[in-house]
């Protein structure tokens, strides 16, 4: 049967009997999870049709206006979720506190951790848009109240994670940890096919993927990092060329399939708090888990990003992500400078 008639059910089972303590309730989530994305891609295809553009008027945990998909995709995943039966908790990138089942719904022992809608600054604009997750089981025993432990945990505990890209196709790309895949939704039966099996990231690429527009706020080894990509002492002796759209799903889409690197670093546009943006539970993460699975690196300039503790539920890293010539490059300039100034891996948290 050509790849392409693979569904996600069927290639989830398929690698469920690879683990032999499978139960069938991690196929059950993620069909829920796939019906949200599905409602969620029907309404941002129709999005100039609708009422659903602009802001809601609220502000998120983040600081952020909060707009009206985003708020449509954060209660539609939350409403789904509930009602799966294999979920003890959720955290969601517009939610300040963690989010509990509620004893009326069955509950299992999977957490999920999701990013909702990302790249709101595009949202109203037409440009890709996506959802992140990343899936853990609680640590704590079933029997006890779910505790923030449960939801605190490295990227290296995940065990799945992935992405839903809205743009001029909707796909889903994700790992279990046995490599990654895409699939396309075609909506003409409605179901999600395989179209790219068992992804590999390019081990060294030719785009780099950064605002500069923080330039003035960035230190001085983050500045030589971005000046290398410009540069061309590189084994093609030619510049990697630019390319940014701000949405990370569709930045990091692109890097998994052209290589290259994605790059948010820490810049000190809040001087007496400097920090990446990105969050490292519902975004970080799960790329990590996802670049890795491809062949590719995640630090946050030298710490691999799958080994960092979080020790709060909205913590930001700065993030690099990609090829493992380019990632590497980037931790090779930080720790000259680190080795330079005495410290051992100042940046690391
Ligand atoms: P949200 O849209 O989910 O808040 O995500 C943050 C994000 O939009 C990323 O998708 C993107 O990579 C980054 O922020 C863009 O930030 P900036 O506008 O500072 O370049």
């Known amino acids: 049967m050509a790849y392409s008639q693979v569904t996600v059910t069927e290639h989830l089972l398929y690698h469920q009997q690879q683990s032999p303590q499978a139960t069938g309730r991690f196929t059950n989530l993620f069909n829920d999870l796939i019906l949200a994305a599905k409602i969620i891609s029907r309404e941002v295809n129709k999005a100039g049709l609708v009422d659903v553009l602009g802001f809601t008027g609220d502000v998120n945990v983040q600081g952020e206006r909060v707009k009206k998909l985003d708020e449509y995709a954060n209660d539609i995943i939350i409403h789904r979720m509930e009602r799966a039966g294999v979920?003890?908790?959720?955290?969601?990138?517009?939610?300040?506190?963690?989010i509990v089942v509620p004893d009326k719904f069955k509950r299992g022992e999977y957490i999920l951790i999701f990013d909702p809608l990302d790249g709101s600054s595009n949202i109203d604009v037409n440009v890709n848009i996506?959802?992140?997750?990343?899936?853990?089981?609680?640590?704590?025993?079933?029997?006890?109240?779910?505790?923030?432990?449960?939801?605190?945990?490295?990227?290296?505990?995940q065990v799945g994670a992935g992405y839903f890209l809205y743009g001029t196709s909707t796909m889903l790309?994700?790992?279990t940890g046995q490599g990654v895949y895409g699939f396309t939704l075609d909506p003409s039966v409605g179901e999600f096919l395989l179209s790219h099996p068992d992804i590999r990231i390019p081990e060294q690429g030719k785009i780099y993927s950064v605002n500069e527009s923080?330039?003035?706020?960035?230190?001085?080894?983050?500045?030589e990092v971005v000046s290398w990509f410009k540069g061309v002492d590189n084994p093609r002796g030619k510049p990697h060329s630019l390319r940014y759209i701000g949405s990370l799903v569709a930045d990091f889409h692109r890097t998994l399939l052209y290589g290259g690197i994605f790059m948010y670093p820490m810049?000190?546009?809040?001087?007496?708090r400097?920090?990446?943006k990105l969050r490292l539970l519902c975004e970080a993460s799960p790329m990590?888990?996802?670049?890795?699975?491809?062949?590719?690196?995640?630090?946050d300039g030298t710490k691999r990003i799958m080994e960092i503790?979080?020790?709060?539920?909205?913590?930001?890293?700065?993030?690099?992500?990609?090829?493992?010539y380019d990632v590497r490059k980037v931790s090779e300039i930080y720790r000259k400078h680190a080795q330079k100034d005495g410290a051992d891996d100042l940046r690391s948290i």
Not at 137 to 149: E, H, I, N
């Open 87 to 98: 979920l003890c908790a959720m955290a969601s990138e517009e939610n300040a506190e963690m």
């Open 130 to 157: 996506g959802t992140i997750f990343s899936i853990l089981r609680r640590k704590s025993p079933a029997m006890q109240d779910v505790t923030l432990g449960d939801m605190l945990q490295a990227g290296v505990e």
């Open 173 to 175: 790309v994700y790992t």
């Open 214 to 223: 923080y330039w003035n706020y960035w230190d001085e080894p983050t500045r």
């Open 267 to 272: 810049d000190y546009r809040d001087p007496k």
């Open 274 to 276: 400097p920090r990446g």
């Open 288 to 299: 990590a888990m996802l670049a890795e699975q491809a062949g590719g690196l995640a630090t």
């Open 309 to 324: 503790e979080p020790h709060e539920l909205h913590q930001r890293v700065p993030l690099f992500v990609g090829s493992e």
